[in-house]
Every structure is written in structure tokens, then in C-alpha cells.
């Protein structure tokens, strides 16, 4: 298992591009299951859940090239293919649930695993399950599978209106996949606002669905028989972009976040603002034009000059959980004390007994973390967890005296498009050891 080795108290300067989300290509790749045309990604990041995602897609029997390295992916799901998601693929990568409301929609079946445990917490695809029985499929639980398929005589799902019990983001976005093909209206009612919400269902529009809503709580899709191809740029990361922020804003020095788009992180930079960094965001208020037509500069003074901030971890347009543990990090080294309330999953802080060894000061008391800004973090071997847990270790690292070696980095792998190859260009001592 690879490592990172970071030596710490290096100021980040320069320029990073950031790149196209994982949470938007992960559908974006399954919405080309809806149409037996060609479909092309641009600004795919080059990351492993990318990879697993294609494999899936491969292994069903579809046919994926890349162009160039750029970010080019191109997809073509024949008529022909096995609409399966084994378990060997699904359990390396939760998003495999996306399979399935697109490969019902075109082919009227699927099979696709049950995702099984999760380090962040239990995370149940029920509603996923509950809101495609409400457009008409059966679907039935056996040997760890979701056995789906349209009862007999029925050639096409049909609209519904879905209200789900908690705002869920993969839910939302299987659900627009299946209603953009199936017969009649749909009404999501409590959808998730997520950006990557809305780069899917303009995906979904190029490729002649019919939407409306999608950015609001409350999305009308119309059905239509069938989708074709299109071309597509996948939408900014804005973790990543925020992952960034808190790197800088944590280790003090100035950096242009290149293809960002500001508004997507308002909640953040708001605190980010709010503890001291000076953020300003390039290319207007909006999102619109493309990642391209987007920057985001950051200056810092540096951790002690940052004042850390409470905050509460609550669906877009509000502070996003995948940011919880990036912030967490830089609160605490930033002067003061702070209170993180996580409510999205029930078990995210598998980052604070790490942080802890680096010298944080954090007591947690159920989905609470109190932390007490220490003066100075100091190096140390960690284990990443999980994705956003192992990007807080990175910054952690990048202001800790001394040494950091964090172990289980294919956790940041999954999620992050060069990681260290970016920090590297803006400063950052930090090497990759291979094992
Ligand atoms: N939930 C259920 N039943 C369901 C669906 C969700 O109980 O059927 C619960 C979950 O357990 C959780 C809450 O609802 O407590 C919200 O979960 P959601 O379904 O929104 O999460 P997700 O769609 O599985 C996506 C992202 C996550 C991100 C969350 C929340 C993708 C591929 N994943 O997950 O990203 O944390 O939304 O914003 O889009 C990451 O990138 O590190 C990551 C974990």
C-alpha cells in the first residue's frame, strides 16, 4: 500500500487546475447506459472510483475509450449488454447504485449488488429501492442482490411522484436517470440541490430528456422513449477546490485555483472569510460558461492567523459533509476553540483520533467535536480512513512540524485527481512512497 510523506511548515504558492467532480462523472458515466449512442465526458478526473466506474461499465459489456489526456472519456452501451453490477465491483465503490436506475429504465431488469458496510456510516440505499417501486419496478433482495425488473407486460418504468424521507444525493440522481426514459411525469419532491445534480440533468437535457427544477428541492421530468447521445463537460470539483482552500488558508501563502467556480462553495468560503483568509472569486457570480471560465484566488497568513469556526455539516446549499474533515483540520491549528456538528453521516469522525496524534486537541461526544486550536501539530504515522478523513490528514501534514507519513492513501486515491503531483507544483514537500 502506497504512503505520502509530507514535511510540514512549507507556505503554498502558485497556480492548481482543478478538476472535473467525481460526484458528477460517477452518474454521468451510468447516464450513457440510457442510450445506445456514443456519449462523451469531458473533464473526467483522473481518479480510482473513474476507474472502478469504467470497469463496471466495461464488464456489463460496454464499450469505453479515453481521448487523450485531458480528461476525454467516451461510452457506448449496445443493445446487447449484461445489466449486472457484481459485488467485487460494488463493494470498492458505493456509487455502483447509480447502475441502477438507468439500466432499468433501458432494459427493463438489472442486478446490481447491495453496497454493503461503509466506514463513514451505514448509508442504506432504501429509498433508492422505495422510490423506483413507486415507478412501477419490482425489486426484490436475495443473496445480497437488488433483483429489479418492469412486471410482466410493461416495457417502461412510469412517472411517479417520489418523496423521499431524507434528502439523498445518489438517490436523486438514480431517480432523474430512470424517469428521464420513463412514461409520464415525474415529481421529486425533497431532491437534492447538489450541483452535481444539476450538471446530470443538463447531461440529461443534451441528451433530449425533459427537465425542469433540477437546483431546487422540487424537479418535474417528463419522459421521453428514448435519450441519445451528446457531448458533456463535467462540472468543477468543488471538494477538491475546497480540499485546497483549507490546505492554503491552514499553511498561509496565495494560490489561483484554476477551473473552480466559487459560488458551488459558498458555505465554505463564507468561513473560510469569516476565520481570516482572504478569498476572491474570479469570473462571476455564477457557475455559467464552464470550470474553464472559473478561478478562485486564497491568501493566508497562515493557521495562527486564522480564527477557527464553528459550523454544521447540512445538504447543499449548506456547509457540505465532504468538507467536514478538511475544515476540521485547519480549525485545529487556527486560534481558539470551535464546535463541527456533523449531521449527515453518523460516523465521520474517523479522522480525530488520527488528527489527535498529530497534537489536535478534539473531544467528540456523538455526532459533536469540540476542538481547542493548539499552537503547533507535530509529525507523525497516520492512517487515512476514508476519502475526506485522509485529504484532513494531507493538511494536518502540510502544517505539522516535522514528518507526517500517512498510510492507506488509496483512500485518496478514490477521490483525488493527483493529489500530491498538484501540492508538489505549489510548494508542498510531499513525496509518494511506493510499496
Ligand atoms: N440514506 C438512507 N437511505 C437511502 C439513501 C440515503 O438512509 O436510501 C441516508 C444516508 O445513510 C445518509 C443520508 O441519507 O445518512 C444522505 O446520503 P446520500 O444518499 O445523500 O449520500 P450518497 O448519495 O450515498 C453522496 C456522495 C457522498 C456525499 C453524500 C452527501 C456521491 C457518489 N457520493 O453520497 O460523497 O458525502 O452524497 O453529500 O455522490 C465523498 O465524495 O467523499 C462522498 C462520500
Known amino acids: 500500500m502506497d504512503k505520502l510523506l509530507i514535511r510540514g511548515g512549507r507556505p503554498l504558492q502558485g497556480e492548481v487546475l482543478i478538476s472535473g467532480a467525481k460526484n458528477a462523472a460517477l452518474p454521468e458515466m451510468c447516464a450513457a447506459l440510457l442510450t445506445n449512442e456514443p456519449v462523451t465526458l469531458l473533464n473526467v478526473p483522473r481518479l480510482q472510483d473513474v476507474r472502478t466506474m469504467r470497469k463496471l461499465l466495461d464488464n456489463m459489456g460496454c464499450v469505453t475509450e479515453t481521448h487523450g489526456d485531458r480528461g476525454g472519456m467516451s461510452f457506448r452501451a449496445p443493445d446487447s449488454i449484461n445489466p449486472e453490477a457484481p459485488y467485487e465491483l460494488v463493494k470498492t465503490m458505493r456509487a455502483s447504485v447509480l447502475a441502477l436506475g438507468p439500466l432499468l429504465a433501458r432494459f427493463g431488469r438489472a442486478k446490481v ?57 445518489t438517490g436523486t440522481e438514480n431517480f432523474l436517470m430512470a424517469a428521464a426514459l420513463a412514461e409520464g411525469e415525474t415529481i421529486l419532491e425533497n431532491a437534492a440541490q447538489e450541483p452535481e445534480i444539476s450538471d446530470l440533468a443538463e447531461m440529461l437535457i443534451k441528451m433530449g430528456a425533459r427537465i425542469e427544477g433540477h437546483g431546487s428541492s422540487r424537479i418535474r421530468i417528463e419522459g421521453v422513449e428514448r435519450l441519445h447521445g451528446c457531448t458533456h463537460e463535467v462540472v468543477a470539483d468543488r471538494i477538491e477546490a475546497g480540499t485546497f482552500l483549507c490546505a492554503v488558508a491552514a499553511t498561509g501563502g496565495d494560490v489561483m485555483l484554476r477551473h473552480a467556480c466559487a459560488h458551488h462553495l459558498d458555505a465554505v468560503i463564507e468561513k473560510l472569510r469569516e476565520a481570516g483568509a482572504e478569498v476572491e472569486a474570479l469570473g462571476g457570480p455564477d457557475c455559467e460558461g464552464g470550470p474553464k471560465a472559473h478561478a478562485i484566488h486564497v491568501r493566508s497568513l497562515g493557521a495562527r492567523a486564522m480564527q477557527a469556526q464553528s459550523f454544521r455539516t447540512s445538504e447543499y446549499p449548506a456547509f457540505p459533509t465532504d468538507m467536514q474533515a478538511q475544515f476540521m483540520a485547519l480549525n485545529c491549528v487556527a486560534k481558539g476553540s470551535s464546535m463541527v456538528t456533523e449531521t449527515i453521516f453518523e460516523n465521520r469522525f474517523m479522522h480525530v483520533n488520527e488528527l489527535t496524534r ?29 476519502l475526506r478523513a485522509s485529504a484532513s490528514l494531507v493538511i494536518a501534514g502540510l502544517v505539522a512540524e516535522g514528518e507526517t507519513l500517512i498510510d492507506r492513501i488509496y483512500h485518496l486515491d478514490r477521490g483525488y485527481d493527483q493529489m500530491e503531483e498538484k501540492l508538489r507544483g505549489i510548494g508542498a514537500d510531499i513525496e509518494r512512497i511506493k510499496s
Open 113 to 169: 449488488s447491495l453496497p454493503g458496510g461503509c466506514a463513514i456510516g451505514s448509508r442504506p440505499v432504501d429509498q433508492h429501492i422505495k422510490g423506483l417501486q413507486a415507478m412501477g419496478a419490482e425489486i426484490d433482495v436475495e443473496h445480497g442482490y437488488m433483483l429489479a425488473r418492469l412486471p410482466p407486460g410493461r416495457t417502461r418504468l412510469k412517472g411517479a411522484r417520489i418523496a423521499t424521507d431524507m434528502i439523498t444525493v
Open 358 to 386: 498529530l497534537g489536535a486537541a478534539i473531544h467528540v461526544d456523538g455526532r459533536v467535536a469540540m476542538i481547542d486550536g493548539v499552537q503547533k501539530l507535530s509529525g507523525a504515522t497516520v492512517m487515512a480512513t476514508d
